[in-house]
């Protein structure tokens, strides 16, 4: 079991990773000994230095005296030295005056709130910004709809207790009378309602096995129920904004590790998994913090991902951002945290 560090331990190993989150330069003792209020000398600093690399919470590059955080050593920071307080006014009127702006439009969807917010988390915290949209399967079905196209088509509505909306399109053997389809509409509404999607796709066929339909359509939607009353396509869920921020990072000046990243954002199914799974590792009740390497994706082990979670109704979706492991933890987890509160409040109205 690894030791507690000492006041003086914490107070040096603090220094270096503010110091290097700020610059980017390996942090010696001299320079620790000259611009700090440790008072100190620089063979003392020195020691402790020498102390924490030992613990495995600094460490240093081949080319420099000077030391720099390891995952370890940013784990403690952010656990229990980090101070993240609020986000200054210029940051939350360009949020909410953003937000605001897309809600007084009548024809702004969910969805251009959950983009706009990407590409806001991504300016402020000069990261990667992610939003991905609640998963549909939690949601509680409130109603479905049908509206034929043509006589091969029909579209199918299914609305969400939180408001959430999906889509999708059937293709049927012949021309189905309104009637045909009210009738069903009403059945589905009335055996369906109060349950999950995920629930409904479950048990679907055990719900409608008495129902005598001579259209063939309930046929359809049996066959169908895996896709009518799944969770939307990955790649419709992922919002991602600020891709171009992780080139003006030195750790990332090497060309294979950019396209390492950038590789890996455009994979949607990777993303969503990646954020989606951070949600392990938290930091407070509200925002979570994966560093280095306890991502299990090999492209990011320089990297770390910050998450927190929204609500729209009885679904949760995530806000997130991706930037290498000398990030500015406090600001971002202001951020994030403040754009989260902001959506469930937004969404929910």
Known sequence: MARELNEREREVLELIIQNFILTANPVGSRFLAKHSDLGL??????????????????????TSAGRI???????????????VGELSQSERMKIDQNIDQLMADRA?????????????????????????????STGIFE????????????MVIISIRSGLVKTIMLEVRADISRQKLDELSQVMNERLAGLTLEEIRQTFAERVADYE?????????????????????????????GKENILSYPEFEQ?????????????????????????????????????????????????????????????????????????????????????AKRLSQTLTQ
Do not use: W
């Not at 709130?113 to 549909?136: A, E, F, T, Y």
């Not at 001579?214 to 009518?228: E, P, Q, Y």
């Not at 590792?281 to 299990?296: A, C, F």
């Open 255 to 339: 060309p294979e590790k950019v396209r390492g990243i950038i590789e890996l954002v455009e994979n949607e199914k990777v993303i969503v998994h990646l954020l989606e799974e951070s949600r392990s590792t938290e930091t407070n009740d509200t925002v979570s913090i994966r560093i280095g390497k306890e991502n299990l994706e090999s492209k990011i082990k320089e990297c770390s991902i910050v998450t927190a979670q929204y609500s729209v109704g009885d679904t949760v979706g995530t806000v997130g951002v991706i930037g290498p492991t000398r990030m500015n933890y406090a600001k971002v987890v202001r951020v994030i945290d403040y754009i």
């Open 41 to 62: 000398s620089d063979a003392t600093i020195r020691n402790v230095m020498a102390d924490l690399e030992e613990e495995g919470y600094i460490t240093h590059p081949h």
């Open 69 to 83: 955080p390891t995952d370890k050593g940013y784990r403690l920071y952010v656990n229990d030295m980090m101070r």
């Open 213 to 241: 339909d001579t259209s063939g359509l309930l046929r359809i939607f049996l066959d169908s129920a895996d896709k009518v009353f799944d969770e939307q396509p990955q790649t419709e869920r992922v919002h991602i904004a």
């Open 143 to 154: 109603k479905l709809e049908m509206v034929s196209l043509s006589s091969s088509k029909i």
């Open 108 to 136: 702004t969807q969910s969805d251009d709130i959950l983009r706009m917010s990407s590409k806001i988390l991504g300016q402020i915290s000069k990261q990667i910004g992610i939003v991905l949209s609640p998963k549909l």
